[in-house]
């Protein structure tokens, strides 16, 4: 089934304990990226990247990292994480088609919570 | 910079026709998408418009107008599992390989 997956689905965790949350996908996509959802903001991109080996920040890149090492898995790691990251995170992945990746495919979401 | 407002609720009865308004403000543009997402669930891709006009795909079309800055999603013979929020998203040349999506409408289907 081609699908893009997200772990762990659900994290409580402290305030400065690095945490990273996995996403892959196995529809051979160039394009991944991750976004977060808050309440009435809608849908924010963090980080993208159009292919192995080239990130690029979204809009709210401030407290995140990614990596593209492999063309299907695209984590992203807070190094110091903080209770103003706890949010609702989506990773998607997309064809590329021309002219831009209009057509994401999200993965179940990650929950995190950071007291 | 870019912009994009749709309304924060609509609602409509089974049965109806809905329409879904965004506009944008963005420095250069390729398209506008439309996302359906069930409450916290994945968003899924509805629709793309590139070119002005009337993209139609079962119950639901998507409309674009370039030269206003507008476009629409309708949603036609809304049943209730239609209720869900919908996210309009546009993407140009300026915003790299950037989605920049709207805050999202709250469709809320009454029997």
């Known amino acids: 089934e081609a699908q893009v997956t997200q772990n762990p689905r659900y994290l409580i965790t402290v305030t400065g304990k690095k945490l990273t949350v996995t996403c892959s996908q196995n529809?051979?996509?160039?394009?991944m990226s991750w976004y977060r959802q808050d309440p009435g903001l809608g849908l924010r991109q963090i980080y993208y990247?159009?292919?192995?080996?080239?990130?690029d920040k979204g809009d709210v890149p401030e407290g995140y990292k990614v990596s593209r090492k492999e063309k299907r898995n695209f984590p992203l790691i807070l190094e110091s994480p903080s209770p103003n990251q706890t949010s609702l995170y989506f990773c998607?992945?997309?064809?590329?088609?021309?002219?831009?990746?209009?057509?994401?495919?999200f993965g179940p979401g990650t929950r995190l919570t950071v007291t | 910079g870019q912009s994009l407002e749709q309304p924060s609720e609509v609602t409509a009865v089974e049965g109806a026709i809905v329409q879904i308004n965004c506009t944008y403000q963005t420095s250069g543009f390729y398209g506008l998408s439309w996302y359906q997402q069930h409450d916290g669930g994945a968003p899924t891709f509805l629709s793309y418009n590139g070119l002005d006009g009337l993209e139609e795909t079962g119950r639901f079309s998507s409309f674009l107008s370039r030269s206003d800055s507008y476009g629409y999603l309708l949603l036609q013979e809304l049943q209730m599992k239609d209720s869900a929020s919908y996210f309009c998203?546009?993407?140009?040349?300026?915003?790299?390989?950037?989605?920049?999506f709207g805050q999202g409408t709250e469709l809320s289907v009454k029997p």
């Open positions: 529809m051979n996509h160039e394009y």
């Open positions: 998203a546009v993407s140009g040349p300026n915003q790299g390989g950037k989605l920049i």
């Open positions: 990247s159009m292919n192995v080996e080239v990130t």
């Open positions: 998607a992945s997309s064809p590329l088609r021309q002219p831009s990746p209009y057509e994401q495919y």
